[in-house]
Each structure stands twice: as structure tokens, then as C-alpha cells.
């Protein structure tokens, strides 16, 4: 275990293991610009100006700190069309760490999903897999795969105290493989798996997992842009890991994979992607999509100072002291708020803290978005902005209708090494308030609905006139406070 802290004072908190040396100012606009800045984003946070927002709690996607050592290499890039040492320094540093032979940059994580798709999935392929992610979902369909989610029913349990949510059913793979057999061109293991709210799968289950997929000779691939909380929990949450190194564990999950990818605007903390594999014919099967689609073999979309600033931030999610600033940061989060009686996904997982929508917003029905509206609600009530993770993420049925989701989640991200303690306690105010006020809350409307991906631009509008009601309340109860 890396060495905790304790307080004289019987009290007991994360504590941030790094420094504040370069600082962005922040302003908090009053609410009534708040509500005006919510319409005109078509109730959608995606579309939201970031001069309007106070806590960006959007995604940890791009916007971790870096530290002094990632900037710094970024000044010593080696800029060149092909060969680029700076991607040598990559290669190194990636292939050290998970232990593969080759290795193929992509611009970020969906288009390294786009390279194993072109290159594995073909019409009316299964691609098992823990839980989808919305592109990954997106790419394998584009191609006419289909994807089979198998969780655990304690997957969807939003308050639980199992510390492994996101495992894989292992005999529904075993039975799936066998009856689909020829029909399934690798199986997808999700580190801290995203939308059932970064939940871990624990090394045991990925190591029955690789045993299901050598044994029928079907490819496993990891994805593993969320793996520095998966690797957190596993250390702290798996006995038999206690007293491995994160390089270890890191080897240990890597050496069940014959594919590993990854989003480096989560791993890593900067911008890009890389996909990493075994074998030389699967190697040569991705390849040739690289310059297709991304770029040279030697950068593939990223530029030379990303690929440095990737290299070191590897490196750095080897450092315990690194990784656990999200996931302890998201537990205090989520402690303060439980506290209060808001409904939170337990146990916490990484990459943010998760408000059980539905139980929020009983009262706004799944076909008015009832997390997209508790998303709307936050940004009013504090400036914080959150992602909608429920049915507006969803794409429709075939049919046309409305696809309801599992789940109905509004995610607050914890961006890597960003937020102070005081602004967690913010948003845990002004969430607490929102709280106590839900029954002012109404839901969405559709305005303009896009076919593929539509969360990310689609606009709505508010059933009601509940965003002033919601505003005057606001001013009624804290004056002319922020
Ligand atoms: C973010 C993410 C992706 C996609 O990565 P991008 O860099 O945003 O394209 C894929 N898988 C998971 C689990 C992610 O969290």
C-alpha cells in the first residue's frame, strides 16, 4: 500500500500528493446567466461555452493536470513526418509497461476502436464484452457487429457495497462463445468501466476471463483508457494484489490481453491513442487502416508533443501516489453527499462521482431524460457541469422508439490532479441544495434529434418553465450570493 496519512485530529481525508504550480482563474456567473447560458446549449452540457462554467465536471477526457515532467518533455519533441524520436520514446515507455511487441498510434481512444473494428468485426458479428462505451458500441455497429453486454445483475445495482461491478459473467461467456462459435471476433474486457459509473473488474475475473477466450482461441481486447482506477482498486480492493506494485498488476492485466488500447486523453494525461498487440498477423491486419485513417505509423494523428507529454504520463500512472487523487477525491465526494441523503452510486468508482438520476428525479419519467435534466439542474444550481449518462446517451431502436437505459446517471468527473478539496465541497453544496429543491426540476424535450452519437450535439428544451422556477428559488434562499 502506498503510506496514508492519518490526523492528529481523529478526522480522515484524501490529501492531494502534488503541487499547484500552474493556475487557470475561474469565474462562477450568476444564475439567472446560468439559466440563460443552459438554454442557449439546448439543454445539452456538451454544448456549453466554458466561460459559463465554474466546475467543469464534463469528463476526465483531455483535462487532467499534466505534470512538470510532462511539460517539460514536451519542449524537447522531435518533429518529423517519419521516424519521429519522440515516438520512439513512446514505443519504449508503452511497450516497457504492458509488455507487448507492437505497437500502432491512433488519435485517441475511438479511433483506435475504429482500427480493431475495420480490421476484426464483419456483418452480423457478437462482440461480447462487460458493458459497452458509447463509440465503441458505435464503431462495431458501424460495421454490422453487434454488441452482447455481460454483467453481473450486481452491475446494475446502484447501491451496493460489491467491490467488483464491472466483472464479466464468466459462464455467460463460456456459453456464449459455444453457441456463437465462428461468429465472434474478440471479446472486450472494459477497464474501470465507464458508464455503469467506473466500476472495477477485479484481476481474478479478467484472468477467468483470458482463460474462457485462449481456451476456443478467440482474441481478448482490452480496452484500458480507464485502467489507473481499475489498477487503484485492484491494489486496494483485492487481497491476493495488496502487495504487488502497480507495474505489476499493470503486467499481470496486460499479459491476459492479445490486444490492449486505449484513450490517452485518459491514460496518460495528455492527447492521443495507441493500440498494442502480441502477434504479427493481427498487428499487420490493424496497420494498414493507421494511414488510412489517422496518419504515418510514427504519429497517427497525435503530434509530437502529445506523444512526449504520453510517454512520461505513462510512466506516471505507475506512481500509486498518482493514481489514487481521482478515486479518493471521488469518495469523498460521494461520502458528503450520501451523507446528506443524495442518492449516489456506491461503492464510489473512478472517474467521477455518479448521481443516481432516477431516484433524484423520481418524478421525471425516462422519456423526458431524467438524468439530461438533473445535468441541466446542476449546471444551474452551481455551474458545475456534468454528463448526462442514461437514455439520452442512448441511440434509438430500430423500430424508432426510444431506447430507455439500464440506468438513468449523471456523472461528475474528477479530472486527474484538478479540483481542490474546497471546490468537491462546493459542488456538494450546491448539489445538496438542488437536492432539497428536486421537485422544482422538470424534464427535456427533443428540438433537434442527430441519428448517430446525438448526446454529443442534439438540442432540447425544458418541458416547463422549470429553470426560472428553479432560479428564483436559487435567489430566495442564498440573496445575491453566486
Ligand atoms: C473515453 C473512452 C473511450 C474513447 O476515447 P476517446 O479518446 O474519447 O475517443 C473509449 N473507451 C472508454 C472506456 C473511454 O472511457
Not at 455481460?150 to 456459453?175: H, I, Q, R
Not at 462463445?177 to 465507464?194: I, K, Q, W
Amino acid at each position: 500500500m502506498g503510506s496514508t496519512i492519518s490526523f492528529f485530529s481523529g478526522e480522515s481525508f484524501p490529501i492531494e500528493m502534488h503541487k499547484v504550480r500552474i493556475v487557470q482563474k475561474l469565474s462562477l456567473i450568476p444564475i439567472e446567466e446560468r439559466v440563460s447560458a443552459m438554454q442557449a446549449a439546448g439543454f445539452n452540457t456538451f454544448l456549453l461555452k466554458n466561460n459559463s462554467i465554474f466546475m467543469d465536471m464534463l469528463t476526465d477526457s483531455g483535462v487532467n493536470a499534466m505534470s512538470d515532467r510532462q511539460l517539460a518533455s514536451m519542449m524537447m519533441a522531435d518533429d518529423a513526418y517519419a521516424g519521429s524520436m519522440s515516438f520512439e520514446r513512446l514505443k519504449e515507455a508503452a511497450i516497457g509497461i504492458f509488455g507487448k511487441d507492437f505497437i500502432l498510434p491512433a488519435h485517441q481512444g475511438r479511433a483506435a476502436e475504429n482500427i480493431i473494428s475495420s480490421a476484426f468485426v464483419k456483418p452480423g458479428n457478437v462482440v461480447p464484452m462487460n458493458y459497452h462505451f458509447t463509440t465503441t458500441k458505435a464503431h462495431i455497429g458501424l460495421r454490422g457487429g453487434s454488441v452482447v453486454e455481460l454483467f453481473k445483475p450486481v452491475a446494475m445495482d446502484l447501491s451496493s457495497d460489491e467491490p467488483f461491478k464491472g466483472n464479466m459473467d464468466t459462464d455467460a461467456l463460456a456459453t456464449l462463445l459455444d453457441s456463437e462459435r465462428g461468429n465472434v471476433p474478440f471479446v472486450r474486457m472494459e477497464a474501470g468501466t465507464n458508464l455503469i459509473g467506473g466500476q472495477p473488474w477485479s484481476l481474478a475475473n479478467l484472468k477467468e476471463v483470458g482463460k474462457i477466450c485462449r481456451d476456443r482461441g478467440i482474441p481478448l481486447v482490452l480496452d484500458a483508457s480507464l485502467l489507473a482506477d481499475n489498477l487503484y482498486f485492484i491494489k486496494t480492493r483485492e487481497a491476493s494484489q495488496r502487495d504487488a506494485s502497480i507495474r505489476e498488476i499493470t503486467r499481470r492485466i496486460s499479459d491476459e490481453a492479445d490486444i490492449v488500447y486505449f484513450s490517452a486523453r485518459k491514460l496518460g494525461c495528455a492527447r492521443g491513442g495507441l493500440i498494442l498487440s502480441n502477434d504479427q498477423s493481427t498487428h499487420d491486419k490493424m496497420l494498414e487502416f493507421v494511414p488510412l485513417y489517422e496518419g504515418f505509423l510514427t504519429y497517427g494523428g497525435m503530434s509530437v508533443r502529445e506523444i512526449e507529454a504520453i510517454a512520461v504520463g505513462l510512466e506516471e500512472t505507475m506512481d500509486f501516489d498518482m493514481i489514487r487523487h481521482g478515486p479518493e477525491f471521488i469518495k469523498l465526494m460521494a461520502d458528503e453527499l450520501a451523507k446528506k441523503g443524495v442518492p449516489v452510486v456506491t461503492p464510489a468508482g473512478g472517474l467521477g462521482c455518479h448521481l443516481n438520476a432516477s431516484e433524484f428525479l423520481s418524478h421525471v419519467p425516462q422519456t423526458e431524460f431524467t438524468a439530461g435534466a438533473l445535468a441541466a439542474a446542476t449546471f444551474i444550481a452551481g455551474g458545475v457541469r456534468g454528463m448526462e449518462r442514461g437514455t439520452l446517451s442512448e441511440e434509438r431502436n430500430p423500430d424508432g422508439s426510444e431506447h430507455l437505459s439500464e440506468v438513468e446517471l449523471l456523472r461528475l468527473a474528477v479530472p486527474r490532479r484538478v479540483f481542490t478539496m474546497s471546490q468537491i465541497k462546493y459542488a456538494v453544496d450546491r448539489i445538496h441544495w438542488l437536492f432539497e429543491n428536486r421537485r422544482l426540476v422538470g424534464g427535456l424535450k427533443w428540438i433537434s434529434e442527430p441519428k448517430i452519437l446525438r448526446f454529443f450535439s442534439g438540442t432540447l428544451d425544458a418541458v416547463s418553465d422549470w429553470p426560472n422556477s428553479l432560479a428564483r428559488k436559487f435567489r430566495a434562499d442564498f440573496g445575491d450570493s453566486l
